[in-house]
């Protein structure tokens, strides 16, 4: 199943993506995709109502925006430097365990919503990402356990701010919490539309241009190994979500390196789970 939310910024609704593209409204299921959707088999309840309802589903117009495809969750953890050639790019040594970061979770947009520059940056970077979704509770789980507590996968652009990521004291996340930071969509695939994570094609472009070309055959770390060891950190909650790093290919690899500037148009995408679009802006 293709889980998607559409409707303005907040009040969002849920809907599905069937495979002939056509969009269908099911609110009457009478749940959101929250922490309790997918922490009691909400995937398996929606498609059981889903075969007896689907007839009643009002298909949702073209032009309504989509939201992103979850509610907020708990936790956006986000992996650094997963990627062999992006680490050499940031001028990074592989790392010999999974470098984790958080996001804020109020950074969460829609795939197409625009992204804002903050006041006075000069350094707004792109990285496209494969993230998963937690099904189910995860503490010191291992990694032969570790698929069983993913429920599925999506797109998310990790929008970064490179002085204030790198070049401030202190940790990443001032550079990786901005609003509007975490485009996240156009859907949330379930784990079975994904047979193989470990071997999607992703890209970025910039103004048309290709920027980020890449496969997650690449991932340093692969995600039995993420969700095994996040969870000796901390329990990961079911609707949190996990970013799994961004392949080389980002603004501040460049020679001169290069950042966002208000109307640049990004483009990006993932093999089965669709591409998103965001218009750089202004902060106003
Ligand atoms: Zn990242």
Known sequence: MKLIR?????????????????????????????????????????????????????????????????VRPSKLVCVGLNYAKHAQESGMNIPSEPV???????????????????KGSLKTDWEVELAFVIGKRA???SEQEAMDHVAGYLL???????????????????????????????????????PDPHNLNLWLTLNG???????TSDFVFGIPKLVSYISEFMTLLPGDIVSTGTPFGV???????????????????IEGLGSSKQKAIAYQ
């Not at 500037?261 to 995408?269: I, P, Q």
Request: hydrophobic share 35%.
């Open 100 to 118: 984790l970061f958080f996001k804020a979770t109020s950074a969460i947009v829609g795939p197409n919503d625009d992204v804002v520059i903050p």
């Open 156 to 194: 998310h652009n990790d929008y970064s701010e490179r002085e204030y990521q790198l070049e401030r004291e202190g940790q990443w996340v001032k550079g990786k919490s901005c609003d509007t930071f975490a485009p996240l969509g156009p859907f949330l695939a379930t784990k079975d539309e994904i």
């Open 6 to 70: 559409f409707g303005a910024p907040g009040v969002e609704k849920p809907g599905l993506l069937l495979e002939d593209g056509t969009r269908l409204d099911v609110s009457e299921f009478g749940e959101d995709y929250t922490e309790y959707f997918f922490e009691t088999d909400g995937p398996d309840r929606l498609q059981h109502w889903l075969n007896n309802n689907i007839a009643e589903c009002p298909k949702i117009a073209e032009d309504v925006r989509l939201g992103p495809p979850l």
């Open 139 to 141: 503490s010191y789980v």
């Open 209 to 215: 241009e290709m920027m980020q070309n890449s496969n």
């Open 251 to 269: 603004g501040l690899g460049l020679n001169p390196p290069k950042y966002l500037k208000a109307g640049d148009m990004v483009e990006l995408g």
